[in-house]
Structure formats: structure tokens, C-alpha cells
């Protein structure tokens, strides 16, 4: 698939959730977001980038412990509720950008903090994006990176994002720990300092937020059925009745800029 079609279907899928995923319990949680901003050590002179900012919800968490945040998104639609968002809050110290997050339109070294939440499983060239967010950073700054992060046995990691590309078509593929350590090197970075978050939820409200193509919600809840028992999916699944509970992953990946 070309980048231009990916990016299509990225639009498509962000367009239609703009809502829905900015209001969803595990994706709004305010602990969740707090501990995203703690990875970054922000101070009241910082000047953070969200990239592929979505509904602006990080970049609305570092808003009130920094002189000003951006966000930058690829989907209107989502700008558009982050933007409704920021007025809601009251937060006047952040702004929104819509650009192409493969070649970020700052100067070097604008932001001494750079985020993103989220957004990696579905860049086609995750390092690309990885060293754009370097480049942008001033020395010193805080690059940070948040993402779901399957298990490092690879069977189970290809069962995840299996089911992930069933449940959104613009999923590319979820990065274990190891290998996002590995883009950190690669980019140029130190050692990465890691923590580690849930996200938790019914499955029956993971697809309510979700536009998989028809047919294929099936089979994403008799994969997670399977997993209840087998361990498939390598993340925890509780059968609870009809009730499905799962808990995905997700790890707070952080490291200076040299």
C-alpha cells in the first residue's frame, strides 16, 4: 500500500472516531495522561509538540505545566475536537497544526518537548517519524513516545496486530518493548527510561469505538474468546459471562535529546 492510500485510510478511520475516541473512559483517563506528562518532566518555560495529536487530549494534559503546546494531525476532523476541546478546558496557551507528521514543518530544535501517544502502530516508517520528532527537539529536550506494546514472543505479537488490523484497517503494527528500544538507538537516542499502563475495557466498547469492515467484528471477538484460554493475543482476556475484559499493554517510552 502506497503512503497516499495510507494516509487515505488513516483520515477515513479518524474522521469517524474524532468523537468517540476523545470521550472513551481508558483513552480520556486522567492518571493514564498524567503519567505521560511525568515521563517528560515538564517545567512552566517548555514548549511541547503533539504529534499526530488526535483529539488534542495530551497536548490538553501538558497545557497547564508548560508555556505553550502544539499539536499537529493529519486528520481535520480531529483537529477540529481538539480545538472544541481546548475551549472547553479554557486552555489558551495551545495551538493545532494539520501537516503530514513524516516531515514535520518546524525548524530544527522548536520544542523542548516532543510527545505522541498512540500513533506509532500506525506510521508505515515509524523511525522516519521517530527521527523527525529528533530533529525538532532542542538538546536536552524530552522525546517521548506511547504506545500499545505486544508481547515479545512473536507469535503473539503477530496474533495482536492481526486482531488490531481487523479492528482498524489503518493499523500497521504495534512495536514490542525491545524494538522500540531499538528505533530510540537508532534515532539517536540514549537509553530510554520505560513505564507501564493498562488500557483496560470491555471489548464490547472497544468495537462501539471502532469501524472494522464488515464481517470482521466476528472475528475479533472470537479471537479474544480464544486468547481467554490460549493466551493467543499474549495480553490478559477475562470471559465474564458475554462480557469480554481485556487490559492492553501500553508503555511510557522517554529519552533526552543529546
Known amino acids: 500500500m502506497s503512503d497516499t492510500a495510507h494516509d487515505a485510510l488513516i483520515r477515513d478511520q479518524f474522521t469517524r472516531q474524532a468523537t468517540v475516541f476523545n470521550t472513551a473512559a481508558p483513552i480520556a483517563n486522567a492518571d493514564a495522561l498524567r503519567l505521560i506528562v511525568e515521563a517528560a518532566s515538564p517545567g512552566p518555560d517548555d514548549t511541547v509538540l503533539d504529534i499526530a495529536c488526535g483529539g488534542g ?5 501538558f497545557a497547564p505545566h508548560v508555556r505553550h503546546a502544539t499539536g499537529i494531525d493529519v486528520t481535520p476532523a480531529m483537529l477540529d475536537r481538539a480545538r472544541k476541546s481546548a475551549v472547553e478546558k479554557g486552555l489558551t496557551n495551545v495551538s493545532w ?15 523542548t518537548i516532543v510527545a505522541t501517544r498512540f500513533s506509532f502502530h500506525h506510521f508505515v516508517d ?26 515479545e514472543d512473536k507469535n503473539k505479537a503477530a496474533a495482536f496486530n492481526r486482531l488490531e488490523k481487523l479492528r482498524d484497517p489503518s493499523h500497521t503494527r504495534a512495536l514490542p518493548l525491545s524494538e522500540m528500544k531499538s528505533l530510540f538507538a537508532a534515532a539517536g537516542l540514549g537509553e530510554p527510561a520505560v513505564a507501564f499502563t493498562e488500557l483496560r ?19 475479533i471477538i472470537d479471537m479474544f474468546r480464544a486468547s481467554a484460554t490460549d493466551d493467543s493475543l499474549g495480553i490478559p482476556v477475562r470471559l465474564d459471562g458475554e462480557a469480554i475484559h481485556y487490559a492492553y499493554p501500553v508503555a511510557i517510552v522517554a529519552a533526552r535529546r543529546p
Open 126 to 151: 515509524p523511525l522516519k517519524v521517530l527521527r523527525e520528532m529528533v530533529r525538532v527537539c532542542a538538546p536536552g529536550g524530552r522525546v517521548v513516545v506511547v504506545d500499545s506494546c505486544p508481547s
Open 201 to 219: 475495557d470491555e471489548a464490547k466498547n472497544l468495537l462501539a469505538r471502532s469501524y472494522p469492515n464488515p464481517g470482521d467484528e466476528v472475528k
Open 97 to 111: 497544526d494539520q501537516g503530514d507528521v513524516t516531515t514535520l514543518p518546524y525548524p530544527d530544535g522548536n520544542f
Open 57 to 61: 487530549l495530551v497536548a490538553g494534559a
